[in-house]
């Protein structure tokens, strides 16, 4: 019986020594592009490309940094894209968590239906809508300021309210009752009962909504015109040439746009995971 139980015990031993063997080695896939750009931020540029290959710098050299803040506005850059992240972020708290309420926990004639042809847009690529967008904002015109990349976000987005229903569909029915009963209103129900138990799937569309925004590239390229409102990721698209890239300025920036994802993800990751699992994958 002992010998038995020792042989199970080694089993399961080995079993979970493979499984977390194969996951450290697919990480360790992921993480070497990241390692090469820390770690190519510190080189010079005849250090990148020399042979062979050294995956450390012989000295770490922090010249690409300030090079990086004294050569480029990179303060400016970095301001312009913190006002597009953070009002985006708000705008996509608020506006898919109202929406989805509407759609989760009231009942209207035809809810269903819209539901799904909200649904539906997410059919359509964003390259389709962006022509009509751009004669729309230059009539109005916001093309040439941070509005057409801000106040969408206040509309709302399909797979962030899809997200964010199917969480809200699976609280019980009890909690918004027994506050109707109490006598709050819907406003009071969605403030003070709903959105307080709804951290979870919250921190996952501000995650989306910050990555979204923060990585943009094509919609600051339309709808930004004067180089004073560029943002990061058009900084580096500026530093990259076809025929002279600077790479002591494009990796530094590479690392500086990379830390605050995965400093708000690591931060967040335990909301993350049970936004999307809480609400992503359910029915």
Do not use: C
């Amino acid at each position: 019986m002992k010998k038995n139980m020792t042989l199970y015990k080694m089993g399961v031993f080995l079993n979970k020594f493979i499984l977390y063997f194969i996951l450290v080695f697919f990480a360790m896939l992921y993480l070497i592009p990241f390692f090469f750009l820390v770690m190519g931020s510190f080189k010079t540029t005849s250090e990148l490309f020399q042979i062979p290959f050294r995956w450390l710098p012989r000295q770490f050299n922090f010249n690409n940094y300030r090079n990086m803040l004294n050569q480029i506005p990179f303060l400016n850059y970095l301001k312009n894209t913190l006002i597009i992240v953070f009002f985006s972020v708000v705008g996509a708290l608020i506006s898919n968590s109202l929406i989805a309420y509407g759609f989760a926990r009231l009942r209207w004639p035809g809810r269903d239906k819209v539901f799904m042809i909200v649904l539906a847009t997410m059919i359509l690529p964003y390259q389709v809508t962006m022509i009509p967008l751009y004669l729309m904002f230059t009539k109005m015109h916001w093309v040439g300021t941070f509005l057409p990349l801000i106040v969408p976000q206040f509309f709302g987005n399909a797979f962030y309210i899809f997200l964010l229903r199917q969480f809200l569909a699976e609280l019980p029915k009890e909690i918004t009752e027994s506050s109707r009963i109490d006598g709050a209103s819907e406003f009071q129900i969605f403030a003070k009962v709903i959105m307080p138990i709804s951290k979870p799937v919250l921190a996952s569309v501000a995650i989306m909504a910050f990555i979204r925004s923060w990585n943009d590239f094509l919609g600051p390229l339309v709808f930004l015109g004067s180089d004073k409102l560029y943002t990061l990721s058009l900084a580096a698209s500026m530093l990259k040439s076809n025929y002279d890239p600077n790479w002591d300025l494009l990796l530094p920036l590479g690392v500086v746009m990379v830390l605050p994802v995965l400093i708000l993800f690591f931060v967040l990751q335990k909301y993350f995971i049970q936004g999307i699992t809480m609400s992503g994958i359910k029915g």
